[in-house]
């Protein structure tokens, strides 16, 4: 054998194996963030929740050590355990992963008469032509149907599978974060002079800030949820309107798929099984 060949085979190998190590490194990695978001969300809101309820000066601590079984005693902790496990679904959930061969995982549909259409895109990626609505995300390294957007906070991305729980999850954590906020002012000792409050109220005035943020933020993004969902849109294709294939050639925030409010919520909230998105392009055109 010709000694050079060999030495270029070789060579070829090692790069082979460098690049197969190198994405292994980065796998990890990213199971790694993606583990330390969910602990990282879990212990900051456990952290904020037990600083107001251990407070001596709370309702709830003050019920507690008066035996008062209140409505409030009650439904505090469901409404806690409500919008974690909501959060852990739609974290560990598959969000709606296109099958990188037929029949790849158990209860997937067959995608063969999903990919035949003229506005199919081969992603390079998973090397196999794309579901209509779906996107490659590089962070779970697979193509996802109906993709909104990877959610760092859950990490996980958020697609066809579980868009609606994640906005239900948004729901019973802004419910949460607006309850936490009435007890942190109702906790909370008063006093005109503002460092003084401050002072009397360390822990509750670090909770609050927490609190008002994380509310914000959550409640600016599920107006836009349901802004979108009103519309037939996705976050991907809201932002990227006019990369998009089936899109670009639309006025701006419009949608083949949008049938109207109440269709749009009804097939959003109602529809479990994955869609053949094609079917509806056709119908249109």
Known sequence: MDPFRKLADEKQEMQLVLEQ??????????KYNRIAA???HSVLSLSVISGICFNPNSSIYRSVAAGDLTLELYLFPVIILFTFVLYFI??????????IATGEEDGEEDTTNLIKSDHAYFCRWCDQPQPLRSKHCRDCN???????????????CVGERNHRIFLYF?????MLIFKCIAMVWDTSRRSSIVLEWI?????LVVCGLVLLIGGLAVTALACCHFYLI?????????VSHSRITYLKRLPEDTSPFNFGYCKNCF???????????????????
């Open 199 to 203: 002072q009397l109220n360390g822990i």
């Open 230 to 238: 009103l519309h037939g849109l996705t976050t991907w294709e809201h």
């Open 38 to 40: 969910r602990v990282g």
């Open 21 to 30: 190590s190198t994405t292994d490194r980065g796998d990890k990695r990213k």
């Open 90 to 99: 739609a974290s560990l959930m598959n969000p709606g992963y296109v099958p």
């Open 142 to 156: 697979r193509c996802v149907r109906r993709f909104d957007h990877h959610c760092p906070w859950l990490g996980n």
């Open 170 to 174: 948004l729901i019973a954590e802004e």
């Open 267 to 285: 097939m959003f909230c109602c529809y479990c099984s994955t869609q053949n998105w094609e079917k509806y392009i056709k119908s249109l055109t």
